[in-house]
DNA sequence: ATTCGAAATGGTAGCGCTACCATTATGTAT
DNA sequence: ATACATAATGGTAGCGCTACCATTTCGAAT
């Protein structure tokens, strides 16, 4: 029976079981537990097998903030995206989640809102809490939060995008090649005047300036736009159709900048008896299931979203164990899927 | 100018300023600039101002692994989902997470993957990141997960469920009362012989047997179930229908446990020229924009989702306060949409 | 037997912050 | 003037862990 440690345990702490106890317990001090733990083939086997018993017994789970302060890695990654709910995003956090959980790390999740001002604060914080990696979905633009992240020398991801000067590492891809894309496959197609329907966030802009751009190159009518606030609603796809139709502008292809606007436009043409796609041409972006399994079947981009998560991971916990990165910006790309709209 | 502090900083330190520097900066002791910004009301107006000046000239971000340890305090709530992409749970984790920052929480996100061996790590794991509260989609059965997480006694929120046993709060509703009432609902519109489209997890088949319990007490035939792994997606829907049909059944109503499924049916209906909701009514779960704005639109049944999230995010605040929750165990309800396909 | 190096363990001193308990100014009642 | 509360500040001692630097043990090489 090994001493009873002191019961002087001040009221700060919770109650919790310490690495102190654990040690006391197998017999050894604390810090050869906690390489027992650590970096348990530093160990011998005896040691070892007496740690993990203790650590049974007692219901041991380690403080990693204690941890974290004193070797300064807190084991914690965050990311920061713009919103959650319907969020084209959600695979690529899945996937970093996932990966970085395989390899003993938790996700602080941060929403930006669409709001400068609240991604300022929220970094703020995020510094706060010394992540090991930072995750951002698209670029930072320079700025105060710019400036402070970089400051902070943590390790950051940004995706979703390209851009020749990152902060640090890059996974994305072109929104510009993109919207080139989606217009040559439209004109390739035989269609030749187009809409275009569009939230109104940055990448989705860039993808419709890209579209138009090449239109124009193409030396075929001017596009039609349609900017859509109610980004991520079917609604919106619905009467942004409605007004496109009011404005009696003859077009044969409709370019949405998300597949949730695309089904709206895929419903609202079959309200009103537009064939879809001999009258009317439709591709989305994402690549979605409520998308890929419609009728007509929504062509649209899809967008290597798990690749995404899981590389950044990958990207950030060779960082954050100190390693080097020998390409630290890469574009996957992005595959135009033909089904029956187009 | 202040004396310069010895630069004998450690290979350990990332090289951040800390509050000593600050301190240092401001002419005053470290514990009066930590007073100056977490309790200002405690410090002079003098000592206030000249503090957060040292601060915005230095850049000081406070390091909440050291604060967290020293006050156990982590300003960390985790929150735990099956998964994220087309999640229902979305609305409420992100209603949780605008909530929580608005109060200066974080959020840990952990996905369990609809897996208990891999929840029981997710929550070791997160017990060990000493969070200030966890918040639950659905309830935790017994096991050692639960039993790890009574023994952390950190405040716990379970939702999206009820049970007269929770392990501290509770914030949901009744999977048998949405059961029952849809099964009423289609009732009082004549419906007489009924499918059931299910994903097979445990809230989707406590729904499903409610459902049918319902309609066994109406004396009415008995329901035919099908059960979809594939449970997020608008194929799995299709698909059913396209059992259903073969089987030779008579049915005139189909619920299903997800509004996916349901516009998967949708789908598949109209592909075979069944009119919904003449010859066949259909009804979802979980109000989504893409039922809402279908043709037919898609009736469903909503659930407070944000609701949810915001109500937890208060219960936990409160107890990670050290205040009270007077009333622990709330029913948020649901309520039935009634639209075109039903 | 001696030397040497590697393997295994331990001691000490923080990491950066805040709880707790002084101590010192400042005001207020007597 | 004195006593005494109150506000404002500071000193000290950790929180629970790990980096860093001993020290000890033990087998292999000489």
Redesign the interface.
Known sequence: MPDRLPEKRSR?????ITLREVAALAGVAPITASRALNTPDKVSADVRTRVLTAVQRT?Y??????G?????R?R?IAAVTP?????VF??T??AL??TL?DA?Y??????S?YSTSREEL?L???????PDGIFLTGILLPGKARS?LI???IPVVESWDLTPTPIDMLVGFSHDAVGAAVAGFLIKKNHRRFALISADDARATRRADAFKAAVVQAQLPPVTQINIKAM????GG?RALMELLERKIKFDAVYCSSD?LA??VL?EA??RGISVPDSLAIIGFGD???G????PALSSVRIHSERIGELSAQFLIERAQGRDVPNPIVDVGFTIVEREST
């Open positions: 700060r702490n919770a109650g919790a219901g789970v380690p403080n990693r903030l204690a974290g302060l004193a070797s300064a807190s914690l919103s959650t709910v319907m969020s959600m695979g956090i899945e989640n996932t959980f003993g938790q996700l602080l999740l941060g929403q809102s929220l703020e914080a995020i510094i706060g809490q010394r402070r400051a902070s020398k991520r609603t079917v609604e619905r949730l089904l709206g419903t079959r309200a979605t299931t409520y890929r399994d419609a009728l």
